[in-house]
């Protein structure tokens, strides 16, 4: 994994995949992924608001970003996960073959997968963690 560090933004390079991480307002950020050389020039974002307090840090497994109370981390082997004051939020479901994954090595899954359209563009699917508390209701289930 190579991380490139901005003043308000970490760009993570894996592979032919570009993920970008960049502060966007208070609190917040913003996540774009892409598999072709470089991002689109087109905005279609909500609009940037003020940020403060961003700081991007190297840390021993990754790659670090805060924005006031939000952060993101970017493991060395790809996987991001999302916090609120050090509190965990989300984490991507990814599973490979190496021994800083915690899970099983059964399966290698990938959390985001890329779909290239014919004629150009793509779909990019991002799967998470479920939490401890989520349930699942619907089709007979209580």
Excluded at 19 to 35: D, F, H, K, P, Y
Excluded at 83 to 108: G, I, Q, T, V
């Amino acid at each position: 994994m190579q991380f490139i560090f901005d003043t308000k933004s970490l760009t993570a390079k894996q592979g032919n995949e570009t993920l970008q991480i960049m502060a966007w307002g208070n609190n917040a950020l913003r996540i774009r992924s892409t598999v072709f050389p470089q991002f689109t020039g087109e905005n279609r974002a909500l609009q940037r608001g003020e940020t403060q307090n961003v700081s991007v840090v190297r840390e021993n497994d990754g790659a670090r970003i805060t924005n006031g109370k939000i952060s993101a981390f970017v493991h060395n082997n790809g996987w991001l996960a999302f916090y609120c004051e050090k509190k965990l939020l989300l984490k991507e479901y990814y599973r490979d073959f190496s021994l800083a994954n915690p899970h099983s090595p059964s399966m290698k899954l990938k959390a985001r997968e890329f779909k290239p359209f014919s004629g150009g563009g793509g779909l990019l699917t991002v799967r998470f963690e479920a939490q401890p508390q989520e349930k699942f209701f619907g089709m007979g289930q209580y």
